[in-house]
C-alpha cells in the first residue's frame, strides 16, 4: 500500500520561505510522477509543480521563479522550496505521485501573512 508523508508546512511572515517534503512509502515499482498541487480557501485544487521521471519539470505560472521541485530517488521523497512567499500563496498543500494509479497526501497547511 502506497503512502505519502509530508511535513514542512506552517505560518511564515511574507517574503519568507518554506521546504515541504513528502516521502512515498510502501515500495512501488515505479514513479512515474511526483509533484505538488495547493488547494485556496474556497477554490479548486491546482497544480503547483510536478517532476515527471524522465521528463520536464513544469510550475505553475504564479510560482515561477519563486518554487523549485526536487527528488530524491534514493528515498523516494519528493520536496517543494518555496522562496518568496506571498499571502495568496497562502494554502493546503498536497503531494501526488503516479504509478500506475495517483496518490495523494494528507495536505498540509501554509499560511502566509503579511
Known amino acids: 500500500q502506497v503512502q505519502l508523508v509530508e511535513s514542512g508546512g506552517g505560518l511564515v511572515q511574507e517574503g519568507g520561505s518554506l521546504r515541504l517534503s513528502c516521502e512515498v512509502s510502501?515500495?512501488?515499482?515505479?514513479?512515474?510522477?511526483m509533484g505538488w498541487y495547493r488547494q485556496l480557501p474556497g477554490k479548486q485544487r491546482e497544480m503547483v509543480a510536478i517532476?515527471?521521471?524522465?521528463?520536464?519539470?513544469d510550475y505553475a505560472d504564479s510560482v515561477k521563479g519563486r518554487f523549485s521541485i526536487s527528488r530524491d530517488a534514493a528515498s523516494s521523497t519528493v520536496y517543494l522550496q518555496m522562496n518568496s512567499l506571498k499571502p495568496e500563496d497562502t494554502a493546503v498543500y498536497y503531494c501526488v505521485v503516479a504509478t500506475t494509479k495517483y496518490y495523494w497526501g494528507q495536505g498540509t497547511q501554509v499560511t502566509v501573512s503579511s
Open positions: 510502501g515500495r512501488p515499482l515505479a514513479l512515474n510522477l
Open positions: 517532476s515527471p521521471t524522465g521528463g520536464i519539470t
